[in-house]
C-alpha cells in the first residue's frame, strides 16, 4: 500500500504473508474397495466430545453380548462309554492332547483317544479298585496302583496282534496305595496309604518314607514348579507339606473337617487349593498357613476333586452333589456350573492341557466332555469373528457390575435341591458363638 511521508512523498511499504494450511493425506489405496463385496473403511474421529452417547450404545452392546452369551452357552460335548463300573480316577497324557487314561473301580483301565471320542485300549489293571493313574514324564508309559497292593508300570504303547497285555514292573507293597503320583522330569514317582513313599523307577523299595502320626493318606502331588515340593491329605483333617530332599516332613495344618485332594498352582510355586469335606474349596500360601487365602463356597455336598487350568487363572471342582464347577483363582464364587441330569456323583476332573476343555468321570460309568467356556466357538476363527469375540468380552468387562447385565451373566438352571441347601437357617442364639471370619474357622492349627 501507499503512504504519504513527512517530506511530502511517497513511500511504498510490501508486507509478506505466510500462512499453514493443513491437509489431511491418505493413501487411497486403503480406503478403495478392490471389491464391491469389501466393507468400506470410514475413518473415525474418537473425540469423546463428537461422540455424546457413546456408553449407552456400548450398554446396549454388552447387554446383547451377555445374552447372547447364554443363549449359545452349549458346554456338553460327548460322553465317552464303555466302563462297566463308577469311573474312579483320570489321567492326561504329558505329550498327547488327545490321549486321556481313566481307571474304574473294577480294576479296568481305559486308554482313550478323544479326537475320534473311542476307546483305542483296555486292559484289567489290578482287581478291586484302582486308586491312581499317572503318566510318566516323557509320555513312553504309565503307572497304576490299585486295592490289591501292587504298584504297576506299564508301556504306552499298545501291544501287538497276539501279544498278551503284561505290565513292564510290578512292585508288591506291603499295604493299599490309595494316590500316586509323578515327578515332573526325573524318573521318580510318590505313593501315599499308610505313609507317604517316594520311589526309584529303578528299584523296588522305596528310597524315602514319611509319616507323622496318621494312620491313611488320601491323595499326595507333586508341586510343578518346586518340583521338589510335595503335598498330601490325611485322614486326621491335615495338610502335609513335604520336601524330597529332606528326611522329615515340613509342616502341616489341621483343618475342622477332612480334606479329600489338593491341586497345585502351575503359575504360582507357593499356592494350592484343596477340596474339603465341608462343601468348600480353599486356597493356601504354603508359606502362611495360619489362614487360607481364599474360601471358595458354592459346592452343596462334599468336593471330591479338584484341577487347575495350565494358566494357573481357574481352576475346577468335583463334588458329590453331582455338579462340576469353575472358579476363577481370587474369587469366592464359581463363574460355571455343569450338570446333567443323567450325571451321579462326580469322583474325578481334568481340565485339559490347551486349557479348553473338562473332562469329568462319574458313578454312572461314564467320562464327559465339557468346554472350559460354555459359549466359545470351537474350530478356526477368522480374524473378523477373533476381534469380535474380544470386544464382546471387553464390553461384557467393562459393564460387568451393572444390575442387569450381572443377573443375566449369573442366572443359571439348577435343580431347586440346591436352592434348599443353600439357604439354611440358623437355631443358635446370637452371641452364643464367637464371631470369626471365614477364613478363619477352618483352621484349628498349623504344625512346624
Known sequence: YAKLSTHGCISY?????????????????????ETKLDIQRVPRNYDPSLHPFEVSREYTRALNATKLERVFAKPFLASLDGHRDGVNCLAKHTQSLSTLL??????????????????????????????????????TSFFTVGDD?????????????????????????????????????????????????????QRSSPIRSFSWGVDSFSSIRFNPVE????????????I?????????????????????????????????????????????DMRFLEKPIKVHMDHVSAVLDVDYSPTGQEFVSASFDKTIRIFPKN??????????????????????????????????MNIRLWKANAAEKLGVLSHREREAANYSQKLKEKFQHHPQIRRIARHRHLPKIFSFYRFGFSSTKPGSVPVLSEKEKHVVSVVK
Open 13 to 33: 511499504v510490501v508486507f509478506r504473508f505466510q500462512m499453514k494450511v493443513k491437509v489431511l493425506s491418505r493413501n487411497p489405496d486403503d480406503y478403495v474397495r
Open 102 to 139: 481313566s481307571g474304574s473301580c473294577d480294576g479296568e483301565l481305559k486308554v482313550w483317544d478323544l479326537t475320534k471320542r473311542e476307546c483305542v485300549r483296555t486292559l484289567q489293571a489290578h482287581e478291586g479298585f484302582i486308586r491312581g493313574v499317572v503318566v510318566r514324564y516323557c509320555g
Open 149 to 201: 497292593k501292587t504298584i504297576k508300570q506299564w508301556t504306552m504303547e499298545t501291544p501287538g496282534y497276539g501279544e498278551e497285555e503284561e505290565p513292564l514292573n510290578t512292585i508288591l507293597g506291603k499295604t493299599v496305595f490309595t494316590g500316586l503320583d509323578h515327578h515332573q522330569n526325573k524318573s521318580v514317582f510318590a505313593t501315599c496309604g499308610q505313609q507317604v513313599d517316594i520311589w526309584d523307577e
Open 227 to 238: 518340583t521338589d515340593l510335595l503335598g498330601s491329605c490325611a485322614s486326621d483333617r491335615s
Open 240 to 284: 502335609i507339606l513335604y520336601d524330597m530332599r529332606e528326611s522329615t516332613p515340613l509342616k502341616k495344618v489341621v483343618m475342622t473337617m477332612r480334606s479329600n485332594t489338593l491341586c497345585w498352582n502351575p503359575m504360582e510355586a507357593f499356592h494350592f487349593t484343596c477340596a474339603n469335606e465341608d462343601y468348600n474349596l480353599y486356597t493356601y
Open 331 to 364: 474369587d469366592g464364587h464359581s463363574r460355571e456350573v455343569y450338570h446333567t441330569k443323567r450325571m451321579q456323583h462326580v469322583i474325578c476332573v481334568k481340565w485339559s492341557s490347551d486349557s479348553k476343555y473338562i473332562l469329568s468321570g462319574s458313578d454312572e
